[in-house]
């Protein structure tokens, strides 16, 4: 099983801030990861896919990068709207691991 | 608009069946994506159970493969998910939710539904 870990668990943070998250594959995943954003009682939203892919709608604060084992989800210019809870999945030959989830909370 | 909407018991017993479909609304269930299942304790993150492709192709998480059977019915635009054998750690929200494409990260999900597993 290809085991996913994100760091940090929680991030805080102020509006305006720039912001980092890291997730790590057990193994290569090429670039088959995807971010979601998840607030209390919601379903997860999907931010960005096939690592660097924004989905449509997302605001370009969001990005992503990587490949291999290691991939990073950066928001530029936190907005109020952004404190919540992020996930990566890889999703590599038919499965579908989820990482642990940041945490992104306001300092 | 695509919708998807999770229906099934809120309630279900130890060592029975947890059984919930997954309707599938303004999209053919027969298009080039996988559906899939995902649940999440209380409190907890998410964990991936499974995709289904609507010619009946599975994948299964390896921790819940021995008790988890997904089904799809193309004429009703729906898609279920079985699990059985269930105990108190199956207790969760269960979503449904569609992949982009062939395979993958899924862009449309359901509001989730509530399963708690209790006597």
């Known amino acids: 099983d290809i085991q996913m870990t994100q760091s940090p668990s929680t991030l805080s943070a102020s509006v305006g801030d720039s912001v980092t998250i890291t997730c790590r594959a057990s193994?290569?995943?090429?670039?088959?990861l995807a971010w979601y954003q998840q607030k209390a009682g919601k379903a997860p939203k999907l931010l960005i896919y096939?690592?660097?892919s924004l989905e449509s709608g997302v605001p370009s604060r969001f990005s992503g990068s990587g490949s291999g084992t290691e991939f990073t989800l950066t928001i530029s210019g936190l907005q109020p709207d952004d404190f919540a809870t992020y996930y990566c999945?890889?999703?590599?030959?038919?499965?579908?691991?989820f990482g642990q989830g940041t945490k992104v909370e306001i300092k | 608009q695509v919708q998807l909407q999770e229906s099934g018991p809120g309630l279900v017993k130890p060592s029975d069946t947890l059984s919930l479909t997954c309707a599938v609304s303004?999209?053919?269930?027969?298009?080039?994506?996988?559906w899939g299942w995902i649940r999440q304790p209380p409190g907890e993150g998410l964990q991936w159970i499974g995709y289904i492709y609507y010619s009946g192709t599975t994948y299964y998480n390896p921790s819940l493969q021995s008790r988890v059977t997904m089904s799809v019915d193309t004429s009703k635009n729906q898609f279920s998910l079985r699990l059985n054998s269930v105990t108190a750690v199956d207790t969760a929200v269960y979503y449904c939710?569609?992949?982009?494409?062939?395979?993958?990260?899924?862009?449309?999900w359901g509001q989730g539904t509530m399963v708690t597993v209790s006597s």
């Open positions: 193994q290569s995943i090429s670039t088959w």
């Open positions: 096939k690592a660097s």
């Open positions: 303004g999209y053919s269930i027969s298009s080039s994506n996988y």
């Open positions: 999945q890889q999703y590599d030959g038919y499965s579908g691991t």
């Open positions: 939710a569609r992949t982009i494409g062939s395979h993958g990260a899924f862009d449309i």
